[in-house]
Each structure stands twice: as C-alpha cells, then as structure tokens.
C-alpha cells in the first residue's frame, strides 16, 4: 500500500539516525533499518523493541523504539479502516488483532474489531426505529418561507406599510405590519434584487426586522417585538459518554459560544443538558454535539529542550598607580644609631638603594634590626624614591605599573528528550528542575515574660518552624495539541522558564522569570523550533587617569576596560507524530427516539 511505504520511509529515517549514533554499530538495528526498508515494519518494531530492552539506557534508542510502535499500530488501524471500507471484514479483523497483539490497551483497535464481528455475525432481530415523525412532533423543525425564485426591480417613494405589501407581494407571500410600525414615507430603490436582497435593501433603510410566521406569511415589526415573538422549544440532550461534570461544563461553554445559546442548564447527575433556544439553534447545538461525539486525534509529542550557556570576558589596558605612600625615616635612623659608627655606611647605602644589604649584612642589632622590619614592610614591597634629608629624611613607595591583555570564555550545552503522549485538546504538561522553598513567615518572641525566661534559661526552648512553600525552579512546558480530520496538528504552548537571579529581598530570594505563549499549526512528523527564551547580559567597566582614560586611542595606555558577556538561550525543539486520527460521526438534523441506545446522545424536548 503506498501509505505502507510512505509510513516505512519515515521509520527507515528515523532507525538510521539511531544506528548511526549508535557506538559501536549494533546488527539489531541494522537488520530493523533492513526490514523497515522491505516494509516489514512489525519485523523492524520487534528488533528495535529486542535492542531497547537489552540497552535501557540508550534513550534515543528507547525514543525511537515507542515511535516505531506507535507508527506500526497506526499502520494497522488503517489498513483495517480502508479494508472494512471495502467490505473485506475478515481482513480487517485481522489488521485490528495485529494492532492488539502490538498495543493491547488500543481502544480504536478493540472497537474496530468488534464492529468487524458484528458485520461479519448480524444479530438475528434488531429494533425497528420509531418514525421519524414522533421525533418531530417533540421537536418541530423550525418554519422557512418559501418565497419565488424570480428577481424584482423596485423603485417607492410612499409609505412604509405600502412597500412591505408589494415586497412581499411580488414575491408570492402576505406580509402582516405590527400595529406601531409607522406609515412614514421612505425612497427605496433596488433592480434584479431576490426577495432576501430586497428584504435586506428595507431593512437598511426602515430598521425593521421579520420573523416568518408559515411558509407564505411574514411578520414585520421592531427588534424588540419580534424576539418576544420567536419561536422557542425546550429540549435535553444526554450525553453519557462526557466523562466528567468539568467537561460537560466547558461542552457548555462551546454552545454558548459558537452558537450564542444562553439559556443552558448542566444536569449534572443525568449527564445531560437542557437547552431553550429557537428550533434552528437546537437543531445547530444537535449537529455540533454529534460531530463532538467521535473520539478525539491523539499525538505523541518528543520535545528535545537545547539550553545553551556562553560566557565571554577580556581585559584590555594599563594599570596606572594612582596612590602613592610616604613617610618619615626618623624612626628608623632613630634605631640604626644603636650601631655606632655604622650609621653614617648603612645612611649612604640606604641613599644608594642598598637597604636589603645592610638588613642582611648581620652588622646590626637585633633590637635594631626588629625595629627596622616592622618599619619597613610597605618599603620592602614597592621600589621606592628617598628625598631631603638630616631629620626630614621622606621615603615614597611607588606601586607597581601593570599592563592586562586577557580574554577568557566558556560555554555549556545541555540537551534532554521527552515523550508526551496526549488526546486532541487536553494540554501535556512537561517539568524539568527542581522546587525551591521559599519562606513565607517567621516566628519569633517580641516580648520576654517570666515564663518565657525560665524556658529560655532551662533550654527547653523550640523555636516554631517557619512557613514556607516551595517554588518550581526550571523549564514548565504546557503544550496542547488540536488534530484536525486531514491529519494536521496545531499546537497550543505556554512555556515558563524560571531561575533564582541571585538577589533577595528581605533575604526572601528573587526568582526571575521568562514566559511564552505561542501557537503554531504542523503536519505529522514536522518539528518546530521555540528558540524565543533568550538572555542577554553585558558588564562593562573602566578604570585609569581622569581625562587621559579618555583621549581616542591613547586612552588605553592610562586605563583598564573590563567587558564580561553572557548569553543564555533555551530552545524546544517539539515533533508531534499523529497516533490516531479523530473519529467523525455522520451527523443528522431528525434522528429516532431509540437514537440514545445506539450511540450515547440522544435527543428529547418540547415547544
């Protein structure tokens, strides 16, 4: 079958990306991308399901193993839908065993089956259907005029009640004016209009409105006296196969909406809802129930999650000293006279710059020279500049000149994988990272009481726990796929991405967060990139000389520029692949009472 082979080429794809990956080559898959090649794709589903089981934790291999199931049930399902088609219900029932034996919890394969059963074995007797005509007399289809086909040219200038009269008389009806409607004069002109045209062009141009009252008769009057005199019936459809009251609530919801019924009641206990609506309305609430009937799409989502890091920083310059130390050599010359005649040597070699030596040399004190070292350390560490002299001998240190020429980066790339598997319109939540405790309130004593101290004293003590709740920290993906009955998908997503940003608030932590909503409509098999999480950050700082740090060019040789970089982007990469189609009932305007039996809606009311 070409969607036999259509479906094969995807698996052949999909088995090769996993073989090749694979280290080293495995013949399991090997023999599995040769079978998906020969369109044996229950021979290839086997294989891959034998090397997953043997090498649990290979998840592309486990991924692309429950897709291959998935596409072979599908497979069936088809082949047995388009052989019952043909009549051929053994060789459906077939296909439909082959998918259990696959996916035994497939409800479309079991009920598949069964209808092939009940094809193949009718029961001997079967109900005969009440007639058509009792379900219309519960619920009278609504009125419809029946004007002639023929287009008019009409050109008044008279009276109101007078032009309604030979509209509709031109047409082949009788028109009926209420009793306030006054008989002003209007200009109306219109050529080869049909009788709605013609009736549209009146309402333009007299704001009137009509309601037919049989199939030749019509009522004209104000807005607001014709909605007192439209045609209302009751009716309840029950509908048992909605699985809770939330979603008949929001079935509720959709006919209100779509179709602006507002009187609605939900009946909870029967399952049920209750509708007083003009009969065209029901009859469009009956048809939209049906077509909601069917089961829905379902589609399994594999969500890749790509987050990428980069962090970037230079630094780029020369560190100009721009503090300088200075102080007095009394002191120390104070303790150098300790050594006698010495002092005049160690006074000349220390102008010289040979302090180090003499320290060294051994020629002085101990007293002296502890006395010299706890002076000097700031001496020792820089080069230094002496000047004047006798008892206003100054030294100056002169830090160090630094030059910085750095550029440093780093970057990180995580990557996960998930399935989702999910009906048509119910939403596949994803969370990835962790909940974070956040403190709400503390406790603690504003006041001491003898009690209190005596606890306090004793050291029996408890401090109350605090409150708190926890915060969820990571990547929250809501992703909602809609499967049409061509087989395209449109996803709903909302994705939040939190993190701590480091900063508190009354040390309570700030939690930043990125939100996105988007939607987007896809073919099976079709991936879609969400890259639009995406942070930027950029530090920038400079130091050097006032004013000379600022001279174009030269600016580098008397400051130091510090440039750090971040960027952290977070990328979904979501592939629905289409595990059913959704089922569509046909739909009928007049069904039988005996309806509810068959196939769970059914339909009952009165004017």
């Given at each position: 079958m070409?969607?036999?082979r259509?479906?094969a080429?995807?698996v052949?794809?999909?088995?090769v990306g996993?073989?090749?990956?694979a280290t080293?080559p495995?013949?399991?898959l090997k023999?599995?991308t040769?079978?998906?090649?020969?369109?044996?794709?229950?021979?290839?589903?086997?294989?891959?399901?034998?090397?997953?089981?043997?090498h649990?934790?290979?998840?592309?291999l486990?991924a692309a193993?429950?897709?291959?199931?998935?596409?072979?049930?599908?497979t069936?399902?088809q082949?047995g839908?388009?052989?019952?088609?043909?009549?051929k219900?053994?060789e459906?029932?077939?296909q439909?065993r082959a998918a259990l034996?696959?996916?035994?919890?497939?409800a479309?394969?079991r009920?598949?089956?069964a209808?092939?059963?009940?094809?193949?074995?009718?029961?001997a007797?079967?109900?005969?259907?009440?007639?058509?005509?009792?379900?219309?007399?519960?619920?009278a289809?609504?009125?419809?005029?029946l004007?002639?086909t023929?287009?008019?040219?009409f050109h008044?200038?008279?009276?109101l009640?007078?032009v309604?009269?030979?509209?509709?008389?031109?047409?082949g009806?009788s028109?009926?004016?209420a009793n306030?409607?006054?008989?002003?004069?209007?200009?109306?002109?219109v050529?080869?209009?049909?009788?709605?045209?013609?009736m549209t062009?009146?309402?333009?141009?007299?704001g009137?409105?009509w309601?037919?009252?049989?199939?030749?008769?019509?009522?004209v009057?104000?807005e607001?006296e014709?909605?007192?005199?439209q045609p209302f019936?009751?009716?309840?459809?029950?509908?048992?196969?909605?699985?809770?009251?939330?979603d008949?609530?929001?079935?509720?919801?959709v006919v209100?909406t779509?179709l602006?019924?507002q009187?609605i009641?939900?009946?909870?206990?029967d399952?049920?809802?209750v509708l007083?609506?003009?009969?065209?309305?029901l009859?469009?609430?009956?048809?939209?129930?049906?077509?909601m009937?069917?089961?829905?799409?379902e589609?399994?989502l594999?969500?890749?999650?790509?987050?990428?890091?980069?962090?970037?920083s230079h630094?780029l310059g020369?560190s100009i000293?721009?503090?300088f130390?200075m102080?007095?050599l009394?002191?120390l010359l104070?303790?150098l006279q300790?050594s006698?005649?010495?002092?005049?040597?160690?006074?000349?070699?220390?102008?010289?710059?040979g302090l180090?030596?003499v320290l060294n040399?051994?020629?002085?004190?101990?007293?002296a020279l502890a006395?010299a070292?706890?002076?000097?350390?700031t001496?020792l560490?820089?080069p230094?500049?002496?000047?004047?002299?006798?008892?206003?001998?100054?030294?100056?240190?002169?830090?160090?000149?630094?030059?910085?020429?750095?550029q440093?980066?780093?970057?990180?790339a995580?990557?996960?994988?998930?399935?989702?598997?999910?009906?048509?319109?119910?939403?596949?939540?994803?969370?990835i990272g962790?909940?974070f405790p956040?403190?709400?309130?503390?406790?603690?004593?504003?006041?001491?009481?003898?009690?209190?101290?005596?606890?306090?004293?004793s050291?029996t003590?408890?401090?109350?726990?605090?409150?708190?709740?926890?915060?969820?920290i990571?990547l929250?993906?809501?992703?909602t796929?809609?499967v049409a009955?061509n087989g395209n998908?449109?996803?709903?997503?909302?994705?939040?991405?939190s993190?701590?940003?480091?900063?508190t608030?009354?040390?309570?932590?700030?939690i930043g967060?990125?939100?996105?909503?988007?939607?987007?409509n896809l073919?099976?098999?079709?991936?879609v990139l969400v890259?639009?999480?995406l942070?930027?950050?950029?530090?920038?700082?400079l130091a050097g000389l006032?004013?000379?740090?600022?001279?174009p060019?030269?600016g580098?040789?008397?400051?130091?520029e510090?440039?750090?970089t971040g960027?952290?982007?977070?990328?979904?990469?979501?592939?629905?692949?289409?595990?059913?189609?959704?089922?569509?009932?046909s739909?009928a305007t007049?069904?039988?009472?005996n309806?509810?039996?068959?196939t769970?809606?059914?339909g009952a009311?009165?004017?």
């Amino acid at each position: 079958m070409r969607v036999g082979r259509y479906k094969a080429v995807l698996v052949v794809a999909l088995l090769v990306g996993v073989a090749v990956s694979a280290t080293p080559p495995n013949g399991s898959l090997k023999k599995a991308t040769a079978a998906a090649e020969a369109g044996q794709l229950d021979k290839a589903y086997l294989l891959a399901k034998q090397e997953a089981e043997a090498h649990p934790q290979n998840q592309e291999l486990r991924a692309a193993s429950e897709l291959l199931r998935a596409r072979v049930v599908l497979t069936h399902l088809q082949s047995g839908r388009a052989l019952a088609d043909a009549g051929k219900h053994s060789e459906a029932a077939a296909q439909y065993r082959a998918a259990l034996e696959i996916d035994p919890a497939s409800a479309d394969a079991r009920a598949g089956l069964a209808a092939q059963y009940a094809a193949q074995y009718p029961a001997a007797t079967s109900p005969k259907p009440i007639p058509i005509a009792m379900r219309v007399e519960r619920a009278a289809p609504p009125i419809n005029l029946l004007p002639k086909t023929r287009r008019q040219s009409f050109h008044f200038r008279t009276g109101l009640r007078h032009v309604i009269a030979q509209i509709a008389s031109a047409y082949g009806l009788s028109a009926l004016v209420a009793n306030d409607v006054p008989n002003t004069n209007i200009h109306l002109d219109v050529t080869d209009a049909t009788f709605a045209q013609a009736m549209t062009a009146l309402r333009a141009v007299s704001g009137l409105s009509w309601i037919p009252l049989d199939t030749h008769t019509l009522y004209v009057g104000t807005e607001g006296e014709l909605h007192d005199l439209q045609p209302f019936a009751q009716r309840t459809y029950y509908l048992p196969w909605v699985p809770s009251t939330a979603d008949l609530q929001q079935i509720s919801n959709v006919v209100r909406t779509m179709l602006g019924v507002q009187d609605i009641t939900v009946a909870s206990a029967d399952q049920a809802l209750v509708l007083r609506a003009r009969p065209e309305q029901l009859d469009a609430v009956e048809k939209l129930l049906l077509d909601m009937r069917g089961q829905p799409g379902e589609v399994l989502l594999q969500v890749r999650i790509v987050e990428l890091n980069a962090t970037t920083s230079h630094a780029l310059g020369v560190s100009i000293p721009s503090q300088f130390t200075m102080f007095a050599l009394g002191p120390l010359l104070s303790q150098l006279q300790q050594s006698g005649g010495l002092s005049q040597n160690i006074l000349n070699l220390f102008q010289q710059g040979g302090l180090n030596a003499v320290l060294n040399s051994g020629l002085l004190s101990p007293s002296a020279l502890a006395g010299a070292q706890s002076l000097l350390p700031t001496l020792l560490k820089n080069p230094f500049v002496v000047f004047g002299g006798g008892a206003t001998l100054m030294a100056l240190s002169v830090p160090n000149l630094t030059a910085s020429l750095n550029q440093s980066s780093n970057s990180t790339a995580t990557l996960e994988t998930a399935l989702l598997r999910a009906n048509s319109g119910q939403p596949a939540e994803l969370q990835i990272g962790e909940k974070f405790p956040v403190i709400n309130a503390s406790f603690a004593p504003i006041s001491l009481n003898p009690a209190l101290e005596k606890i306090i004293g004793s050291n029996t003590f408890r401090e109350p726990f605090p409150s708190f709740t926890f915060e969820n920290i990571g990547l929250d993906a809501k992703v909602t796929p809609f499967v049409a009955a061509n087989g395209n998908i449109r996803l709903q997503m909302d994705i939040t991405a939190s993190a701590l940003t480091g900063a508190t608030n009354n040390d309570i932590p700030i939690i930043g967060n990125r939100h996105l909503t988007t939607a987007v409509n896809l073919k099976d098999n079709d991936p879609v990139l969400v890259a639009g999480l995406l942070n930027r950050q950029e530090m920038r700082s400079l130091a050097g000389l006032p004013g000379l740090s600022a001279l174009p060019g030269f600016g580098r040789l008397f400051s130091t520029e510090n440039l750090q970089t971040g960027n952290d982007q977070l990328a979904l990469i979501i592939t629905p692949h289409l595990v059913r189609l959704p089922e569509h009932q046909s739909s009928a305007t007049w069904l039988p009472s005996n309806f509810g039996s068959a196939t769970g809606l059914r339909g009952a009311g009165n004017h």
